[in-house]
């Protein structure tokens, strides 16, 4: 089992900055994929930002603003919002998807409000 755990999240003025924080524990094997997600009110979940193998992907609604990184040391992977936007405001949670040696199993975390004012 997996336990995810995000921090960082909060209330910022539009065009500020936050880092997010997403901490992995308990039976992590070599091979999984990190990012993150975000569901505002009344929307579907969508994905954010992915990182895997040196790889990373950034959705275009947020490229050049958001930055994914990872710590494999430390199992976190951080994701730094610049120049935040109203429409940014959402509750982003944590994905991981592990490779278990027979399928790949999604875990997730339970989340952190990320608040852009205008």
């Known amino acids: 089992q997996v336990r995810l755990v995000e921090s960082g999240g909060g209330l910022v003025q539009s065009g500020g900055s936050l880092r997010l924080s997403c901490a992995a524990s308990?039976?992590?094997?070599?091979?999984?994929?990190m990012g993150w997600h975000r569901q505002a009110p009344g929307k579907q979940r969508e994905e954010v930002a992915t990182?895997?193998?040196?790889?990373?992907n950034v959705a275009e609604s947020v490229k050049g603003r958001f930055t994914i990184s990872r710590d494999n040391a430390k199992n976190t992977v951080y994701l730094q919002m610049n120049s935040l936007k109203p429409e940014d405001t959402a509750v982003y949670y944590c994905?991981?998807?592990?490779?278990?040696?027979?399928?790949?199993?999604?875990?997730w975390g339970q989340g952190t409000q990320v608040t852009v004012s205008s």
């Open positions: 994905k991981m998807n592990q490779w278990n040696g027979v399928r790949w199993l999604d875990y």
């Open positions: 308990g039976s992590i094997s070599d091979i999984y994929v």
């Open positions: 990182t895997a193998g040196g790889t990373t």
